[in-house]
């Protein structure tokens, strides 16, 4: 009857750079997970590709660099005008020098993300014209 006793899952079969295997459910039918599968490489490059142009999570931190750019600048203009006190603009610029920090430190992660899974797919693809062979192509 469906729906009862256990499912088989097949874990991904991917040997990260470190020894690791990968933790994620290979595809149905498939030996890898979609981030390791070989025969999808063109099909996460086309989508890497269209996210770039599109945004979103990956880009929040041009709109938070803009919109602080036109609040410093009002800020000030508003400190040399007297219509600010300075240990307020003082404030002020230490929360945005914050956000400064942070917006470079996601990316810093986004990019060390990227290069991971970057020099996984050519591991995998290197193993692949390797015969299979498990051992990455920086340890010849």
């Avoid at 086309?46 to 041009?62: D, E, I, P, V, Y």
């Avoid at 470079?104 to 015969?131: N, P, V, W």
Wanted: charged share 35%; glycine share 10%.
């Amino acid at each position: 009857m469906r729906g009862e006793g256990p499912i088989a899952t097949k874990r991904c079969s991917f040997i990260k750079a470190g020894g690791e295997r990968c933790k994620r459910i290979a595809t149905e039918g498939y030996t890898y997970c979609y981030s390791h599968d070989p025969e999808r490489s063109s099909e996460r490059s086309r989508n890497a590709s269209k996210a770039g142009r599109t945004g979103g999570n990956g880009r929040s931190g041009l709109d938070d660099t803009a919109q602080a750019k036109r609040y410093v600048k009002g800020l000030v203009s508003q400190l040399l005008s007297g219509d600010v006190q300075r240990e307020i603009a003082t404030a002020c610029f230490m929360g945005l020098n914050t956000l400064a920090r942070l917006v470079e430190l996601e990316r810093r992660i986004r990019e060390t993300d990227e290069l991971e899974a970057r020099i996984e797919a050519l591991e995998a693809r290197q193993r692949l014209k390797s015969g299979g062979n498990r051992r990455s192509w920086h340890h010849r």
